[in-house]
């Protein structure tokens, strides 16, 4: 299972979209999924309540916090779980260091139950690889904004997203081993950023 992780803007999408061609004509089965919002059920439905405008008292940061643990529990138990036992390559957009950014070192939620609740959420599952898709939150956000992408999240301020970068850099560094992760510099180009990703890659997929 290889995570993609990153803050608004950083090219989550497009590199798991070019990672997975890459992966299939290695001969590989690959699937490639998010959060939230991974399946075409539960997840969906949690998706568009945590990123909706729509209700006039808002989301309180608890509530939010539990509704994208909920999400990775359905996703994990449904989703990513199956696709592994089939023998698949899960590429996935997101998976708990978005929540430790965003609702633990943005909103305020405690870190000590990010980890009681997400341990019962991934069920004993842990990535194989995480990549982490660095970029400046302005630029991350102006990305989005000219391509028309407005949710509850883009619409933070500023410092709320300098946070989750700060978020990301902490959780990488208290929770991933060295040798399971990598940074990429997600300013560069495209394919600049999607040959770093093979390349780290390599010992993990054995590609030559």
């Not at 979209?17 to 998010?34: A, I, P, Y």
Request: hydrophobic share 40%; charged share 30%.
């Amino acid at each position: 299972m290889i995570i993609l992780e990153g803050g608004e803007g950083v090219g989550k999408s497009t590199q798991a979209k070019l990672l997975k061609t890459e992966l299939e004509k290695l001969g590989r089965k690959v699937l490639v999924t998010k959060e939230p919002g991974g399946d075409n059920g539960v997840c969906r439905d949690i998706r568009e309540i945590i990123l909706s405008k729509n209700y006039e008292s808002g989301l309180a940061p608890f509530a939010e916090f539990l509704l994208f643990e909920a999400d990775r529990a359905q996703h994990v138990a449904t989703v990513i779980k199956p696709a592994l036992e089939k023998g698949m390559v899960v590429i996935c957009d997101r998976f708990a260091a978005g929540t430790f950014a965003y609702q633990c070192w943005s909103r305020g939620i405690p870190i000590k139950y990010f980890d009681e609740i997400n341990a019962m959420a991934v069920q004993n599952l842990k990535p194989d690889f995480s990549l982490l898709l660095d970029l400046d939150p302005a630029t991350g956000l102006k990305r989005n904004f000219v391509m028309g992408k407005s949710d509850r999240f883009e619409s933070e301020e500023l410092a709320f997203h300098q946070k989750v970068r700060a978020g990301f850099l902490e959780y990488f560094k208290k929770y991933i081993p060295a040798n399971q992760q990598k940074k990429i510099d997600a300013s560069k180009p495209i394919e600049e950023v999607q040959k770093e990703i093979i390349s780290a890659l390599k010992p993990l997929l054995k590609v030559v």
